[in-house]
């Protein structure tokens, strides 16, 4: 046996483990986005959607009344923090069996929403009943975490 066979098969054999290892990195890479685009998209993402369109629902109330009162205010209140209560657990928790990172990430915008909306609500000096007022106070904070959120996870899922 001559040099160039052995240094031949020293490379066909260093080409095989690094296949190999390619091989399990890739799989595991996959396996990972697999798991979140099934949970995701195909089991939980409708309770997504209900509870932007729950949260709308309930909220398009203040636009309607000019003279809302602090008992309204404070049954609205209540109501969307159920909505949210329920999104944590049908939506947002699933997320802690697949990245702990990504779930407190979103819990945090989900927070921070529900505080802009109720910093909204209670504020005196807020009109929510103007439609300028509730589209940038609500509405489009509603938007921008929705977006956000799906942002999030699909970066996380890639």
Known sequence: MNVLDVI????????????????VYIFITNHKRDLTKTLVLDHISPYFYVFFENLDKELSVLKDKKDSTTK???TIQQNIQREE??????FIDIFLCIDKDLHRELKA??????????????DEGINLYVENQYNDKIKNQMIITKSDILNLILKRSR
């Open 109 to 122: 915008k989900i927070d921070a929403l529900m505080d802009g909306i109720s910093e909204a609500i209670f």
């Open 8 to 23: 031949y098969k020293i490379a066909m054999i260093v080409i095989a483990i690094a296949n190999i290892g390619f091989s």
């Open 85 to 90: 209560r329920a999104f944590e657990q049908q």
């Open 72 to 74: 309204q205010k404070q």
